[in-house]
C-alpha cells in the first residue's frame, strides 16, 4: 500500500509528499491547471485555493503554496487526499492523455577539485548517494557504465539532482565539459535508466560507505549527525560531494567521517576538515571534540 510522508524544504511556500513508491520515471512542472492534460489527482489540487505551482518526479510530488494558508493548517488533509487518490487508483497519471516531460537542462559547475566537475540536472537521478570508482564497480549504474566508455573519465559520484565526475590528470575540463554535457543531456532525455535493481553499494574495509543507523548512537552522535546534517552537508554537496557519520569516540573525542564525490582527495579537504568541519563541532560541542578525521579524505 502507498504511504505519503510530508517533508519541509529550504523554500517556506513549499512542501514534499513523499510517496513509498516510484510516480514516474520524468519530471513534471505545472503552473497552472490548464497545464495539467495527465492527472486527474493533480487537476484536483488546482482547484484548492492555496495550490500555486505542482511538481512531479520520482518518488514525490512538490507542492507551493500561496500565501493565504499556512502549511500546518493544510498539510495534513492534503496528504490524505493525495494518499487515498493513489491507494485508489495505483497511479498518479492517467491511462490516456499526452504526458509532457520537462525537457533536461545540464549545466556545469567547477568545484574546489580541480579534477572534478559537478553536473547539475533539472531531474531527481536517485534517492541514494552512489560512488563508483572504477568500471568494475559501475554494475547497476547504467550512467556510470556509459559514461566510463570516455577515455578521461576517472571517477563518478551521483547524488539527487547531479553528478560529480573526476577526470584523469592527462586532460583538461576546459577540453571535455560540453562533450560530457551533451553526453548527459542526450542520455537522460531518452529516459535511459541511471541506476537498475542490479545496484548494491560498494563497501570496503578501509572506505565504508554505507550511513551509520541513527538508533544506536550515544546522544553526542546524534548531535554530531544533525551539526553535519545542518551546517556542513549543504556547503559540502553544493560543492559536488558528500559527507557522512561514522563514528565518536568518547574516550580520545576522535570524529570518523566520510567524504565522497569532489571532496575526496581534494586538494583544500583537510582544510575543509579542519577549518570547516573540525571547527564547527567544537564551537558548537565544546570540550567534546578533539579532532575529525576523514576515513577517505
Not at 535508466?193 to 545496484?199: A, H, I, Q
Not at 552522535?221 to 553544493?238: G, M, N, Q
Request: charged letters at 25%; proline letters at 4%; hydrophobic letters at 40%.
Amino acid at each position: 500500500m502507498i504511504k505519503i510522508n510530508i517533508e519541509n524544504t529550504k523554500t517556506p511556500t513549499i512542501v514534499k509528499f513523499v510517496a513509498s513508491e516510484i510516480l514516474t520515471d520524468n519530471s513534471f512542472e505545472y503552473n497552472n491547471i490548464e497545464e495539467v492534460d495527465n492527472s486527474t489527482l493533480i487537476q484536483q489540487l488546482f482547484h484548492l485555493p492555496f495550490v500555486k505551482k505542482v511538481f512531479v518526479t520520482a518518488n514525490f510530488i512538490a507542492i507551493e503554496r500561496f500565501n493565504i494558508v499556512e502549511w500546518q493548517d493544510v498539510q495534513e488533509e492534503l496528504k490524505a487526499i493525495i494518499e487515498n487518490y493513489l491507494i485508489k487508483n495505483g497511479t498518479l497519471f492517467n491511462e490516456k492523455g499526452e504526458i509532457k516531460a520537462m525537457p533536461v537542462q545540464i549545466y556545469a559547475e567547477s568545484t574546489p577539485n580541480p579534477s572534478v566537475m559537478k553536473f547539475v540536472t533539472n531531474k531527481l537521478l536517485t534517492t541514494q548517494n552512489i560512488e563508483i570508482l572504477s568500471v568494475e564497480q559501475a554494475k547497476g549504474v547504467p550512467l556510470a557504465s556509459a559514461l566510463f566508455n570516455f577515455s578521461y573519465i576517472k571517477e563518478i559520484f551521483i547524488s539527487e539532482n547531479y553528478i560529480s565526475i573526476t577526470r584523469t590528470e592527462d586532460t583538461d575540463w576546459f577540453l571535455i565539459t560540453n562533450e560530457v554535457r551533451s553526453f548527459l543531456k542526450d542520455y537522460l532525455e531518452k529516459g535511459k535508466s541511471v541506476v537498475d535493481e542490479n545496484y548494491t553499494p560498494v563497501i570496503c574495509e578501509t572506505k565504508p560507505i554505507e550511513a551509520v543507523s541513527l538508533e544506536n548512537l550515544d546522544d553526542i552522535s546524534k548531535e554530531i549527525v544533525a551539526i553535519l546534517d545542518e551546517y556542513i552537508k549543504p556547503a559540502v554537496t553544493s560543492d559536488g560531494g558528500n559527507i557522512m557519520f561514522q563514528s565518536y569516540d568518547a574516550t580520545s573525542k576522535i570524529v570518523n567521517v566520510v567524504l565522497q564525490g569532489a571532496c575526496s582527495g581534494c586538494p583544500s579537504s583537510t582544510i575543509t576538515l579542519k577549518n570547516g568541519i573540525e571547527a564547527t563541532l567544537k564551537q558548537l560541542l565544546p570540550n567534546k571534540i578533539e579532532e575529525v578525521v576523514a576515513l577517505n579524505g
